[in-house]
Nanobody, 114 residues
Framework: QVQLVESGGGSVQAGGSLRLSCAAS????????IHWYRQAPGKSREWVAL???????QYLNAVRGRFTISRDVANNKVYLQMNSLRPEDTGIYYC????????WGQGTQVVVTS
């Protein structure tokens, strides 16, 4: 199975940008969809975006137009470019795929201060 490792989190002021990376231990070419989720303090995990191996990416309404998900098949990485960050974007961000079983990384912390 392909394992996932997230990186790129940090602390940023509102309006700033971060780029999260999700590095896979093997090929992601045939994984149908890779997702980013986030979990804010005291809240349930929330789906944020997905990038399919074919077709269009999809986004949570709250991040559409500010976040961009992309897939780098050659390097087995998925990125989440986050612009115009808001305090409500604060949380732990996880990448995920499902091949009948959910596979998660360990997460990367994002803190947006006002």
């Amino acid at each position: 199975q392909v394992q996932l490792v997230e990186s790129g989190g940090g602390s940023v002021q509102a309006g700033g940008s971060l780029r999260l990376s999700c590095a896979a231990s093997g090929s992601i070419a045939e994984i149908k969809a890779i997702h980013w989720y986030r979990q804010a303090p005291g809240k349930s995990r929330e789906w944020v975006a997905l990038v399919p191996n074919r077709g269009n990416s999809q986004y949570l309404n709250a991040v559409r137009g500010r976040f961009t998900i992309s897939r780098d098949v050659a390097n087995n990485k998925v990125y989440l470019q986050m612009n115009s960050l808001r305090p409500e974007d604060t949380g732990i961000y996880y990448c995920n795929y499902n091949d009948g079983v959910d596979h998660w990384g360990q997460g990367t912390q994002v803190v947006v201060t006002s």
